[in-house]
């Protein structure tokens, strides 16, 4: 069974590339430029893996893991983001995320991380 895979970014370089790759990887996968747009497509579908950064407009990254957390458990989480910080880091342990990537990041490592 293909994984299904939601990117959420407010990058729209990254999200398309990123989405592209992944696609080629043959995963499944949706795109949401903001946290709001992550949360409705999640309400609407299931994932396997969320795919964030922390920094977006409105909802942010945080409240966003903190939802995937409670509401989605079964549903891995990956950080990528620009702003990386101590405090953001072990908030996302805390929220049960499985990696966390600061761009710019490798490709590669990203793509086996998700293969994990």
């Known amino acids: 069974m293909t994984s299904k895979i939601l990117i959420i970014d407010d990058d729209p370089g990254l999200l398309e590339s990123l989405g592209e790759v992944l ?11 903001s946290g709001e747009e992550g949360l409705s497509t999640l309400k609407s579908e299931s994932f396997d893996l969320v795919l964030l950064d922390i920094r977006l407009p409105g909802v942010d990254g945080e409240v966003v893991m903190r939802e995937v957390y409670n509401y989605y458990p079964e549903t891995v989480m990956i950080i990528i983001s620009g702003y990386g910080s101590l405090d953001s880091a072990i908030t996302a ?10 761009k710019p990041y490798k490709i590669d490592e990203l793509l086996e991380a998700i293969s994990r």
């Open 93 to 102: 342990i805390r929220l049960g995320v499985k990696d966390y990537f600061i």
């Open 23 to 33: 696609r080629e990887e043959s995963y499944q996968v949706s795109l949401a430029s």
